[in-house]
C-alpha cells in the first residue's frame, strides 16, 4: 500500500471519493479482461480535471513512483494491468466529459475516459458518425482506444481508430502538457506526436484531451449472408469483392467450429456442414448500395456460394447478424476460460491460416473456435480451457506460440487491434526486428528518463 | 466456520461459476450502481474478482467482501447482459450467506427475518398499530404523488418522501378470501406481497377488481407473509426459510390455476429462489414449492397472455403513460411486453416510451434502506428520463420500483404521478 502521506496528498487534490487505498479496491484494479495473473497496485487515483491529472503525474514523477494509465479495464494483452506492487493506477474515467461536437468542421473534442459507444450515440444524434467500433465499445474508453489503436467490424471501409485521432493532448511523464496537431484536416506543426501516442499502450504520455475526426453518415445500407462449403472459396469470394472494387463496411467470417457452437446454442438454423460464413454490408448512397450489393451477389456466386441469404427488412438484418454477435457469447460459455487472440494476415492467407489454427489446436488437443473481420485478415482464434487445468493451459499457450510463427510467416502480424502489453511482448521481436526493440527502448528512456511509465509493457524500457 | 481457511474452503463452492467471468467489464455498461460511483469493485466483474480472492485466501478481510456485496441492487442487469452467462446472482446471494454467516447477522435484521416476517400475525399486528401513528411522526410533503415525510426521523429514514401505510391494509378488509371457481373458470392464488398489502393497497384493489372483471375466482388466504427475498438479499437463509415454510402453510390446500403477483419481486423469487432454496426446509415439500413456482406468474402476464388482454385504440385526449420496466419483471422473468399492453387496454391512455426504461431505479430493496445516497442517484437518471419523456404519469409493476420512483419525483417537485400498470386498466372497467 502507499504511504500514509502520499494517500492523503491525493486525498487533498482530488477529494477523499477519488483516491481508492482499501484493499478490496486496490485488489479490483489489479486485472484486466487479458488472462494474466494479477497485479494489485499500490493505490488507485482518479483525477476529474486535467489540471488535476497533469499535478497527479508530476507528483508520481517527482517521487519515483511506476504508474499505470486505465480506463475501463477492458484490455485484452494486460496493458491496464500494473507492473508491480508500488505501480499507483491512474483512471481516466472521472475525465468523462465531450467538449465539443462541431458539425461545421465535422469534429469532435472529448476528454480521455469518455465511453466509445456514447460518443458514437452523441455524435449520431447530431447527425454525424464516428466510425472505430471494437468489441468492448460499450464500456471501453476512447482514450483507450486510442491507447492501443482499436479496430472493429467497420475497418477495411472506415479504418481503425488511428484514422481518426486529428490531434492528442497528453501528460508526458514527468506532467508537462503536450500538445499536437490540431481541429484542421491539415496540421503539420511539429513532429506528428499524436500519431507516436497512438498505440503507445499507455508507455510514453497520458492522454488528456484529443480531436477527432468525424464523418457523415451513410445514406443506405444493404446486408446479406453467403455460405460456402470451403473456406478457401469463402477467401476467394473475400478477394473477388475486393477486387471488383467494392469495399463493404463489414466483411465478417464464422469457421465451422463456431457455426456449429453457435446453432446449438441459438437453434437459429445455421449450415452446419458449412466450411465458412460469410457476413457483409455494404454502405453509402442508395443508388450505390443497389450497385455494390448487386456486384457482392455475383462474385458470391462465381466463387462457389452454396447460398446467399439477403434479408427483406430490418428485422430480418437484426437476426442475421445475431450469428456474429453470439459468436464470442457462445464460444465463451463452452469452457471456463477464454483465450480471444487477434492474430491477423493479409486477407489471401486467411484459408491457410484458419487451416494452420484448426491444425495446432488439433496438435495441442485444444478446443477452438475462428471468427473474425475476413474484409482486413484480422482473426480471432478463440482458444476455450479451463486456466486452472495447469497441463490444458500450457498447451494453450504453446499452441499459441506455434500460431504466431504461422503468422508472422504468412507476412501477417501478432496483433490486428487488441495490442502488445505482456501478452505479447515476447514475440515481438520475431516479427519485427532487434532494431526495432532497441530503438523503441532508447525513445522510452528518453521521454521517461525514470522508466515510470507502464514499464513492462511493449517493449520494456 | 469459524477461520478464515473454512470461509474460504465454503466460498470454494463458487469456483466453478466464477471463473466462468472472462473478465470482460461489459458490466460497466448496464450496472447502475457502477453508473453512481465508477467504482470496479461496485460492478460485478470486480465483485466476483473479491470473492474469489477471499476463496483463494489471497484477501484476508471478509467484513470489507462483505461491505463491497452489499453495495448491489441485485437488478440482474449485468446478469442479463454478461457474454458468458455467469450465474451472478446465484453467485451473489450464496456469497452474500457464507460471508454473513461468517460475521454474524445485525441482530435488528435478525428479529425481523427470524421472528417477525416468519409469523405473519406479529407481522401484521406490528404494522397495525404503526399505522394510525404514523400521522404522529409523518407530514405530507405535499407532492403530486402523495408521499409524506418525516422530518424528525430524519436521522433514521434519511430525506424519504414514502407512500404512507394504508389504515387497513388488505389482509384486515379481506380476511381469509376463497372465492368459489365459477363454472369453467379461473381460479388463482393472489400474493398481494407486504407493500401491496400494507402500502399499495389502491394497486391490489385494482388487482382484484380486474379478476372480478375477468370472472376469475381468487384465493387469498390468511397466512401469507413475505416473500423471502429481503432476508435472502441480506445472507439470511435461514430467515428466508421460515417465511417460505409459512407461506407454504398458507397455500397449501387451495385450488387454484395461477400463483399471481402484482410484485415482480415476489413473481421473481417464488419463480427462481423458492424452488432453489425448498431442499433446506428439509420438510420434503419441494414438490410442492416446484409446483408453486411453476403457477407463478406477474399478473400483467396473466392479463395479456392468459386472459387476452389487447391494446384498445387510444382517444384523441388520451393521457399518455411512460413505463418503467422493473428488473425482476424483465431482466428475471422476460416480462416487457405485457405491461405495455396492460397500459394500452385503457384507450384514456397511451404509451409514450422513455429512454433507458429498462435501467434500474435504484431501488433494491434494502439496498434502498443501506445505501440511500446512491439510491437517490440512480433514481435521479431514471427521475430524469421519466420527466424527458413528457408523459403524466409513469407507470411500473412493482411496488418496491413505485417507492423509489414516488421518492426521487417528489424531491424534485414533478407533477408526474406513479401508477400500476394495472391500476390504469382497472380505471376502464366498471
Given at each position: 500500500m502507499a504511504s500514509q502521506a502520499l494517500i492523503?496528498?491525493?486525498?487533498?487534490?482530488?477529494?477523499?471519493?477519488?483516491?481508492?487505498?482499501?484493499?478490496?479496491?486496490?485488489?479490483?484494479?489489479?486485472?484486466?479482461?487479458?488472462?494474466?495473473?494479477?497485479?494489485?497496485?499500490?493505490?488507485?487515483?482518479?483525477?476529474?480535471?486535467?489540471?488535476?491529472?497533469?499535478?497527479?503525474?508530476?507528483?508520481?514523477?517527482?517521487?519515483?513512483?511506476?504508474?499505470?494509465?486505465?480506463?475501463?479495464?477492458?484490455?485484452?494483452?494486460?496493458?491496464?494491468?500494473?507492473?508491480?506492487?508500488?505501480?499507483?493506477?491512474?483512471?481516466?474515467?472521472?475525465?468523462?466529459?465531450?467538449?465539443?461536437?462541431?458539425?461545421?468542421?465535422?469534429?469532435?473534442?472529448?476528454?480521455?475516459?469518455?465511453?466509445?459507444?456514447?460518443?458514437?450515440?452523441?455524435?449520431?444524434?447530431?447527425?454525424?458518425?464516428?466510425?472505430?467500433?471494437?468489441g468492448s465499445q460499450a464500456v471501453s474508453t476512447l482514450a483507450g482506444n486510442i491507447a492501443e489503436n482499436a479496430g472493429g467490424l467497420r475497418g477495411l471501409k472506415y479504418g481503425v481508430t488511428k484514422d481518426y485521432v486529428m490531434g492528442i493532448e497528453f501528460i508526458d511523464a514527468t506532467g508537462a502538457t503536450v500538445k499536437s496537431?490540431?481541429?484542421?484536416?491539415?496540421?503539420?506543426?511539429?513532429?506528428?506526436?499524436?500519431?507516436?501516442?497512438?498505440?503507445?499502450?499507455?508507455?510514453?504520455?497520458?492522454?488528456?484531451?484529443?480531436?477527432?475526426?468525424?464523418?457523415?453518415?451513410?445514406?443506405?445500407?444493404?446486408?446479406?449472408?453467403?455460405?460456402?462449403?470451403?473456406?478457401?472459396?469463402?477467401?476467394?469470394?473475400?478477394?473477388?469483392?475486393?477486387?471488383?472494387?467494392?469495399l463493404p463496411c463489414t466483411l465478417e467470417f464464422l469457421d465451422n467450429n463456431t457455426i456449429v457452437r453457435v446453432d446449438d446454442y441459438t437453434k437459429a438454423g445455421l449450415p452446419r456442414e458449412a466450411g465458412a460464413i460469410l457476413l457483409i454490408e455494404v454502405d453509402g448512397h442508395p443508388a450505390q448500395v443497389a450497385d455494390d450489393a448487386a456486384a457482392v451477389e455475383k462474385v458470391l456466386k462465381e466463387n462457389k456460394a452454396t447460398a446467399v441469404h439477403i434479408p427483406k427488412d430490418a428485422e430480418e438484418k437484426f437476426k442475421l447478424w445475431e450469428a456474429r454477435r453470439a459468436a464470442l457469447p457462445v464460444l465463451a460459455r463452452c469452457r471456463p476460460t477464454t483465450v480471444l487472440e487477434d492474430a491477423t494476415v493479409p486477407r489471401s492467407q486467411i484459408p491457410a491460416m484458419v487451416k494452420a489454427v484448426n491444425d495446432i489446436a488439433a496438435k495441442y488437443r485444444l478446443d477452438v473456435g475462428t471468427f473474425g473481420h475476413a474484409g482486413d485478415g484480422n482473426l480471432h482464434p478463440t482458444f476455450l480451457c479451463d486456466k486452472r487445468d495447469k497441463d490444458e493451459f500450457s498447451r494453450v499457450e504453446e499452441a499459441i506460440d506455434e500460431m504466431f510463427d504461422v503468422a508472422i510467416k504468412l507476412k501477417g502480424t501478432l496483433s490486428g487491434e487488441h495490442g502488445i502489453g505482456t501478452a505479447k511482448s515476447k514475440w515481438m521481436e520475431k516479427e519485427t526486428s532487434r532494431g526495432t526493440i532497441l530503438f523503441s527502448q532508447r525513445l522510452r528512456r528518453a521521454l521517461d528518463p525514470k522508466g515510470l511509465l507502464n514499464s513492462t509493457k511493449l517493449v520494456g524500457i | 466456520m469459524t477461520t478464515l481457511h473454512e470461509l474460504a474452503q465454503r466460498l470454494m463452492t463458487l469456483d466453478d461459476r466464477i471463473t466462468d467471468c472472462?473478465?470482460?467489464?461489459?458490466?460497466?455498461?448496464?450496472?447502475?450502481?457502477?453508473?453512481?460511483?465508477?467504482?470496479?469493485?461496485?460492478?460485478?466483474?470486480?465483485?466476483?474478482a473479491l470473492i474469489d480472492n477471499l476463496a483463494h485466501e489471497m484477501l484476508k478481510n471478509p467484513a470489507a467482501v462483505a461491505d463491497k456485496l452489499g453495495r448491489c441492487l441485485l437488478c440482474g442487469s449485468c446478469q442479463a447482459a454478461c457474454p458468458p452467462g455467469v450465474k451472478i446472482l446465484e453467485v451473489f446471494m450464496e456469497a452474500r450467506e457464507i460471508v454473513n454467516e461468517f460475521l454474524g447477522l445485525h441482530p435488528v435484521k435478525k428479529m425481523i427475518f427470524r421472528t417477525l416476517l416468519p409469523h405473519p400475525e406479529l407481522f401484521n399486528f406490528a404494522m397495525r398499530v404503526g399505522a394510525p401513528m404514523q400521522g404522529l411522526v409523518f407530514r405530507k410533503s405535499g407532492d403530486a404523488q402523495g408521499t409524506v415525510c418525516a422530518p424528525f426521523l430524519n436521522f433514521m429514514l434519511g430525506d424519504r418522501h414514502i407512500h404512507p401505510l394504508a389504515k387497513t391494509p388488505i389482509h384486515a378488509r379481506y380476511g381469509a378470501l376463497d372465492e368459489p371457481r365459477r363454472a369453467g373458470g379461473l381460479k388463482v392464488a393472489f400474493f398481494p406481497g407486504c407493500v401491496g398489502d400494507k402500502m399499495y393497497t389502491d394497486m391490489t384493489e385494482a388487482c382484484l377488481k380486474v379478476l372480478r372483471h375477468h370472472g376469475v375466482a381468487v384465493f387469498m388466504p390468511a397466512g401469507l407473509t413475505c416473500c423471502g427475498i429481503p432476508a435472502l438479499s441480506s445472507g439470511d437463509v435461514t430467515g428466508m426459510l421460515g417465511q417460505l415454510q409459512a407461506n407454504v402453510r398458507a397455500l397449501k390446500g387451495g385450488d387454484f390455476d395461477y400463483l399471481l403477483s402484482p410484485c415482480g419481486s415476489c413473481t421473481a423469487t417464488i419463480k427462481e429462489y423458492w424452488p432453489r432454496y425448498a431442499h433446506r426446509m428439509g420438510t420434503g415439500e419441494e414438490g410442492f414449492v416446484k409446483k408453486m413456482a411453476d403457477m407463478a406468474m406477474d399478473i400483467n402476464a396473466f392479463l395479456v397472455d392468459v386472459l387476452k388482454v389487447t391494446a384498445a385504440q387510444p382517444r384523441a385526449d388520451a393521457v399518455s403513460v411512460t413505463y418503467h420496466d422493473s428488473c425482476h419483471l424483465k431482466k428475471s422473468l422476460g416480462v416487457a411486453s405485457q405491461p405495455r399492453t396492460v397500459i394500452n387496454a385503457n384507450p384514456a391512455y397511451k404509451l409514450t416510451e422513455m429512454a433507458e426504461a429498462d435501467r434500474c431505479c435504484g431501488c433494491g430493496g434494502s439496498f434502498n434502506l443501506f445505501h440511500y445516497d446512491h439510491s437517490r442517484k440512480i433514481g435521479q437518471r431514471k427521475r430524469d428520463n421519466v420527466v424527458a419523456s413528457g408523459a403524466k404519469i409513469v407507470a411500473a409493476g412493482c411496488p418496491a420500483c413505485m417507492m423509489q420512483l414516488e421518492d426521487v419525483l417528489s424531491h424534485n417537485n414533478d407533477a408526474v404521478r406513479v401508477k400500476h400498470t394495472v391500476e390504469l386498466y382497472a380505471e376502464s372497467l366498471n
Open positions: 492523503k496528498d491525493f486525498e487533498e487534490l482530488l477529494g477523499k471519493e477519488n483516491v481508492f487505498s482499501s484493499e478490496a479496491d486496490r485488489m479490483s484494479y489489479s486485472y484486466d479482461s487479458a488472462v494474466l495473473p494479477p497485479v494489485m497496485p499500490s493505490l488507485v487515483i482518479r483525477p476529474t480535471t486535467r489540471e488535476q491529472l497533469s499535478a497527479c503525474v508530476k507528483k508520481l514523477y517527482d517521487n519515483g513512483i511506476p504508474m499505470t494509465v486505465r480506463g475501463s479495464g477492458t484490455n485484452l494483452s494486460g496493458g491496464t494491468i500494473p507492473d508491480k506492487s508500488d505501480t499507483v493506477v491512474i483512471l481516466t474515467t472521472g475525465l468523462n466529459r465531450i467538449l465539443e461536437i462541431n458539425t461545421n468542421d465535422l469534429y469532435a473534442v472529448v476528454e480521455p475516459g469518455v465511453i466509445t459507444a456514447q460518443f458514437a450515440a452523441a455524435v449520431e444524434k447530431k447527425g454525424l458518425f464516428y466510425p472505430p467500433d471494437p496537431g490540431s481541429r484542421t484536416v491539415k496540421c503539420v506543426t511539429g513532429y506528428n506526436l499524436a500519431g507516436l501516442i497512438v498505440q503507445s499502450e499507455g508507455t510514453l504520455g497520458v492522454i488528456s484531451e484529443a480531436v477527432l475526426k468525424l464523418v457523415p453518415p451513410p445514406k443506405a445500407s444493404k446486408a446479406c449472408m453467403a455460405v460456402f462449403d470451403d473456406v478457401q472459396h469463402a477467401a476467394d469470394a473475400v478477394a473477388g469483392i475486393i477486387a471488383a472494387h467494392v | 472472462m473478465k470482460c467489464g461489459m458490466c460497466q455498461a448496464v450496472c447502475p450502481m457502477y453508473g453512481a460511483t465508477g467504482m470496479e469493485a461496485d460492478v460485478a466483474r470486480g465483485k466476483l
